[in-house]
């Protein structure tokens, strides 16, 4: 038995945070157990005891990405009862979570390495879609509208990611928001009259 000091509360955390930075740093080309374990400051077996090999600790990466991208849209949300300004704000959340955390942005919307098959992950991945699909459902809106209102959401995350919106690139913060504002507000199901 090792006599070195166990230094982590929670490991699995702690290792799932060393793997987000890693993401950041490497990308998913220059992501691997060993680095990460590095990272954290354990050994290398560490991780692949806690998620068995890479594509485990991606998928581990992707579940959680999942919960901080539902938390973003939900800390964009609180307090919105109107179900479009609901529905808007969940877009800024998108674009508030893509912007924060790049990486993981990456890794649950573009990447193939995590396993979608997994429990966990497919629960994360459908929650959110279902909290969009309430958001759209809430206006009275239909399939189309829930295409659209995602589609707009991710492609503005997904541009401002790549430094594409160079017309919002020297906006100041209000008037960056209320343009995002007035995209997602055309994509919204019409309201009833």
Do not use: C
Not at 23 to 47: N, Q, Y
Not at 120 to 127: K, N, P, S
């Amino acid at each position: 038995m090792d006599d070195k000091p166990y230094h982590h509360g929670d490991l699995r955390t702690a290792l799932l945070a060393a793997g987000e930075a890693e993401l950041a740093e490497r990308g998913i080309e220059g992501f691997s157990l060993r680095s990460v374990a590095k990272r954290a400051g354990v050994s290398h077996a560490a991780p692949a005891h806690h998620f068995g090999d890479v594509g485990g600790l991606l998928t581990a990466l992707a579940t959680e990405g999942f919960l901080h991208f539902q938390a973003a849209m939900d800390a964009r949300e609180a307090g919105a009862i109107d179900p479009r300004e609901r529905a808007v704000r969940a877009g800024l959340g998108y674009l508030d979570f893509a912007t924060a955390r790049p990486a993981l942005f990456r890794l649950i919307f573009s990447s193939a390495k995590p396993d979608t098959a997994n429990p966990a992950l497919q629960v994360a991945a459908e929650a959110a879609y279902l909290h969009l699909v309430g958001l759209v459902n809430a206006m009275g809106g239909d399939e189309a509208d829930i295409i659209a209102l995602w589609a707009a959401s991710h492609g503005i995350a997904d541009l401002a990611l790549g430094g594409k919106l160079r017309m919002m690139h020297h906006m100041p913060e209000p008037a960056r928001e209320a343009m995002v504002r007035a995209v997602l507000t055309r994509v919204l199901p019409k309201a009833s009259p």
